[in-house]
Every structure is written in C-alpha cells, then in structure tokens.
C-alpha cells in the first residue's frame, strides 16, 4: 500500500514540476520575444509568429 501512495504522490509531482517548466518556457520565451523586438529584430519576429 506505501508504495502505491509513493508512486501517486511522485507522479503528482512529475505532473506539478512539468507544468511548473511549461510556464517557465513560455515565459521566457516571450521574455525573448520582448527583448528581440526591443533590439531591433520586429521584420523577424513577425514572420516567426506568422
């Protein structure tokens, strides 16, 4: 029974962690996205988002 809890547990963590990184890539890519633009790199940035 302990182990069945510890796997369910883990895999809640797994789940939380993946999400956690999701967010966080996102975010710095827009972070990026943000920066690029802001150096000068719109023609580039439009055609990647097109």
């Known amino acids: 029974m302990d182990n ?3 796997d369910a547990s883990k895999r809640q963590y ?3 962690s993946d999400a ?3 967010q ?3 975010h710095s890519d827009a972070r990026k ?3 690029l633009a802001l150096s ?3 023609p ?3 055609n990647k988002i097109n």
């Open 33 to 35: 996205r943000r920066l």
């Open 4 to 6: 069945v809890g510890a």
């Open 24 to 26: 966080y890539q996102s």
């Open 20 to 22: 956690l990184m999701r």
């Open 44 to 46: 580039y940035l439009t």
């Open 14 to 16: 797994q789940g939380h």
């Open 40 to 42: 000068g790199f719109q």
